[in-house]
C-alpha cells in the first residue's frame, strides 16, 4: 500500500501544470508503441511472405510438422489420443462460427452496457480484418501441407492461417477494448494474457493438427497482432474525440491527475 500512494504524493506535490504531465505523455507513449509494434508485426509478415513466395521455407515447414508426427508414420500425431481430441476443440475456437459468436455476444453485451460506440467499432473491426484475411489467402493461393495427414477437414487456401490470423484479430482486439475501457489493471492483465493465451493455442493446433505450415501460422500472428495493434491506435484517437467510450463511461479521457481539493 505504501508503495502504491507514494506516485499520488509524488503528484500532489507538483505544482498544478505539471501533475497534468502524465495524462499528457502516457497516451502519446502508448501510441508510439502500438506504432512500432505493428510496425514490427508487418515487417515480420513481410518477410515471411517473402521467403515463402521464395520457396526457402520448405526445409523449415516440414521439419516442425514431422515433428509432431510419430517417426516412420505421418498420420500418427505425437501423444496420446486424449490430446488429438483437445486439439480439435482448441483449434475450433478460431474457426469462423465461433469468432462470429463472440463477436456477436460482446458487441451485443457492450451495446446494453450502454457502450454502443464500441460495439459499433468492435464490429467493424473483426469483420473487416477477416475480410483482409480472405483477400490475402486469394493473393497467395499457397496449397496446404500434403506432408501428412490432415486430422481436421479443410477446404480453403493456406496461407496465411485463417485461424491464426482471425484468432489474432479477435481475442487481441477485444482484450484492447477492454483494457480501454476498464480501469483495473488486474482485469487488463487478465484480458490481455487471455487473449495472447487463445491466440497462440490456436495456431498451435493448426499445425499439431497438420492443416498448417508453420510459416503459415507465424504469418498469420504478425498479421492479425498488426491489425489488433492498429484497432488499438484508433481507440485511443476515437477516445480522445470522444467517439468510443472510455474507462469512465462519458466518451472522454481523464486529462489526468485530479487536483486534491483545497
Not at 44 to 56: M, Q, R, S
Not at 78 to 94: F, H, N, Q, S, Y
Not at 156 to 163: C, E, I, K, M, V
Not at 204 to 220: C, K, N, Q
Amino acid at each position: 500500500m505504501m508503495f502504491q500512494r507514494f506516485p499520488r504524493r509524488l503528484a500532489r506535490s507538483l505544482p498544478p501544470r505539471l501533475r497534468l504531465l502524465p495524462g499528457l505523455v502516457l497516451p502519446e507513449l502508448a501510441i508510439l508503441l502500438a506504432l512500432l509494434g505493428a510496425a514490427l508485426a508487418l515487417l515480420g509478415f513481410a518477410f515471411i511472405a517473402d521467403e515463402v513466395v521464395e520457396g526457402e521455407t520448405h526445409a523449415f515447414d516440414q521439419a516442425v510438422l514431422l515433428a509432431f508426427r510419430a517417426p516412420g508414420d505421418p498420420a500418427d500425431p505425437l501423444g496420446p489420443a486424449w490430446l488429438e481430441i483437445v486439439m480439435r476443440d482448441v483449434t475450433a475456437l478460431g474457426g469462423t462460427t465461433v469468432l462470429t459468436l463472440l463477436t456477436l455476444i460482446v458487441a451485443g453485451f457492450l451495446a446494453i452496457d450502454g457502450k454502443r460506440a464500441a460495439a459499433l467499432f468492435v464490429l467493424l473491426a473483426t469483420s473487416s480484418g477477416g475480410l483482409l484475411s480472405y483477400a490475402l489467402k486469394l493473393g497467395f493461393e499457397r496449397p496446404r501441407p500434403d506432408l501428412v495427414a490432415h486430422l481436421v477437414d479443410v477446404r480453403t487456401l493456406s496461407f496465411p492461417s485463417g485461424h491464426a490470423m482471425g484468432s489474432a484479430i479477435t481475442f487481441l482486439t477485444l482484450g484492447v477494448l477492454i483494457v480501454r475501457t476498464e480501469r483495473k489493471r488486474r482485469v487488463k492483465a487478465y484480458a490481455l494474457a487471455v487473449a495472447v493465451g487463445l491466440t497462440l493455442l490456436v495456431g498451435f493446433s493448426r499445425i499439431y493438427l497438420g492443416v498448417h505450415w508453420p510459416t503459415d501460422v507465424l504469418a498469420g500472428w504478425c498479421a492479425g497482432s498488426a491489425w489488433a495493434l492498429l484497432c488499438w491506435i484508433t481507440v485511443l484517437l476515437l477516445q480522445r474525440r470522444g467517439k468510443v467510450e472510455s474507462p469512465n463511461g462519458n466518451g472522454s479521457e481523464e486529462a489526468g491527475p485530479r487536483t486534491p481539493p483545497s
